[in-house]
């Protein structure tokens, strides 16, 4: 099986820019700091992985989201590569998802998901 579309919703990209958010959490997590284990923080950031064969990926994000400039990042790194990327930026949200996203009523989502798996029909 393989995945045919992602949908990302303010997704942390670089882990050493998430490091610089959360110093104390990312520390935790990868058991030191960016400086003194930089493979890790890098293996641990999905940027790390963008490659010409990865499905279309539609990302929604806060405006006023720290991660914002990731999410810029992550845009230029799939169209570098040559794969289809979205990138929705929602004005004045911040990175809570009730705020970026509603499932029950959001037509970017599933316009996104019936174009990538169903082919639009």
Do not use: C
């Not at 064969?53 to 720290?66: M, S």
């Not at 570098?80 to 037509?107: E, M, N, Q, S, W």
């Amino acid at each position: 099986s393989r995945v045919h579309a992602v949908v990302n919703l303010a997704g942390e990209i670089d882990a050493v820019l998430n490091y610089h958010i959360s110093p104390t959490y990312y520390k935790l997590f990868l058991g030191g700091t960016p400086e003194t284990l930089p493979d890790r923080y890098r293996i641990a950031s999905p940027l790390t992985y963008v490659s010409a064969d990865d499905p279309p990926v539609l990302t929604l994000i806060g405006g006023e989201d720290d991660r914002l400039p990731q999410a810029e990042l992550l845009d230029a790194a799939l169209k570098d590569v040559g794969v289809p990327h979205t990138l929705i930026v929602v004005p004045g949200a911040l990175h809570y998802l009730d705020r970026i996203v509603d499932f029950a009523k959001d037509g970017p989502v599933w316009e996104f998901l019936d174009r990538q798996l169903r082919g639009g029909r």
